[in-house]
Nanobody, 123 residues
Framework: QVQLVESGGALVQIGDSLRLSCAAS????????MGWFRQAPGKEREFVAA?????FYADSVKGRFTISRDNAKKTVLLQMNSLKPEDSALYYC???????????????????WGQGTQVSVAS
């Protein structure tokens, strides 16, 4: 049974940093593309970052967020710096096999999801 468990969400101030973590089990982690998505109230789930052997970022977070993975520990991290109020959302970890297409940006391309961790940036 595949499990993705996110942690690290919190209430922070503008400009603060936060690191999210996702622990995976029940899958061959090294053969997965791992992604982070977020969803704010009343909005669609949107791509934040993904990592295969290299990272991919949404334009809105490029230069502020860094995604990384540790295949031995089966974890993926999202380091978030210079946080803004518009970064407030429920952040989800997701997984999909590497052999899928190169669409890392669409939520429906991922077949495993965590429950999410809340990030709130106070203005």
């Amino acid at each position: 049974q595949v499990q993705l468990v996110e942690s690290g969400g919190a209430l922070v101030q503008i400009g603060d940093s936060l690191r999210l973590s996702c622990a995976a089990s029940g899958l061959i982690f090294s053969k997965q593309t791992m992604g982070w998505f977020r969803q704010a109230p009343g909005k669609e789930r949107e791509f934040v970052a993904a990592i295969t052997s290299r990272p991919f970022y949404a334009d809105s977070v490029k230069g502020r967020f860094t995604i990384s993975r540790d295949n031995a520990k089966k974890t993926v991290l999202l380091q978030m710096n210079s946080l803004k109020p518009e970064d407030s959302a429920l952040y989800y970890c997701a997984a999909r096999p590497d052999y899928y297409n190169n669409d890392y940006y669409t939520p429906s391309e991922y077949n495993h999801w965590g429950q999410g961790t809340q990030v709130s940036v106070a203005s």
